[in-house]
């Protein structure tokens, strides 16, 4: 097995909604925003080649959308999907398995582009399964009202119309392990139904792809939620365990929308679990 991160392209967003509740004069310490209280933000994925199987997991928000929805997310730097593959000597065509830890447009946007007259929509991926969970598949379909914005048709139906969407069993356990991507999946319900965090094992160390539990290390205090979470006293409680886990056993946290920082490992401390070190994806799986 080999693991490789994938930038798919930075943006902004607000660093109030960012942090909730938490007092600017605190997150901004970590975050600093710009003169429109606007904070860095990354779309890291990440790419598993493991024999034949190359799995992706989270795309970024894609190039689809409109340069009116595009402006609101000031998206700066040169990164994309294609470039960060075609770096690796890889292609999107290469692609077998895109596993979605949810279907947030900036972690699905990429798998549905337009067709090459612009007429409709296919997939990004044409020999790829997509792979979401039934429960969080019909969250998404059928939206609330404040995820609705989050949830795009253009994201979604397309996928399901294309046959190469599936669904991940969900058990009453809380990992489920799974032979078609060698990792563990936890599910966790704080940010949106039934989000997906896989924990993998990759030379002899355990790394865990955050996703929007933990979107940043900004957000490793436990009082510091998403104001986009749809349940955040559960967050707190799904943080809490991930994080109390992770420094005991000595777990690598993988950010994806860190724009600064891709791994930290954790400390116990008196005010609770802290910040340890930061690293490159690199100094740890060279």
Known sequence: ??????????????????????????????????????????????????????????TGMGNKQSDKFFSYYYRWGDHSLDKSLKKLGFHRDDITDVFLTHLHFDHCGGCIQWNKDRTGYEPSFKNAVYWTNKRHW???????????????????????????????????????????????????????????????????????????????????????????????????????????TAAEMGYYLFFEHDAHNEICTLRSTEKGIRLDKIYRFDEVFD
């Open 1 to 58: 097995m080999r693991i490789y991160p994938i930038e798919t392209g930075n943006f902004k967003l607000d660093g109030g909604a960012m942090f909730g509740v938490v007092p600017k004069s605190l997150w901004n310490r970590t975050n600093p925003a710009d003169g429109n209280n606007m904070i860095d933000i990354a779309a890291r994925s990440l790419l598993i080649e493991d024999h034949n199987q190359l799995t992706l997991i989270d």
């Open 138 to 244: 019909e969250w998404a379909i059928k939206p609330n009202d404040r995820e609705k914005a989050s949830f795009l048709k253009e994201n979604l139906l397309p996928m399901e119309e294309s046959g190469q969407l599936q669904f991940v069993r969900h058990d009453k356990s809380k990992f489920t392990s799974r032979s078609e991507f060698g990792f563990g999946i936890l599910f966790v319900d704080g940010h949106t139904e039934k989000q997906m965090i896989p924990h993998i094992k990759y030379k002899d160390k355990i790394l865990i792809f955050t996703a929007d539990l933990i979107p940043t290390v900004g957000h490793i205090p436990l009082p510091y939620v998403m104001g986009y979470d749809t349940r955040p006293l559960l967050t707190l409680k799904e943080k809490k365990s991930v994080l109390e």
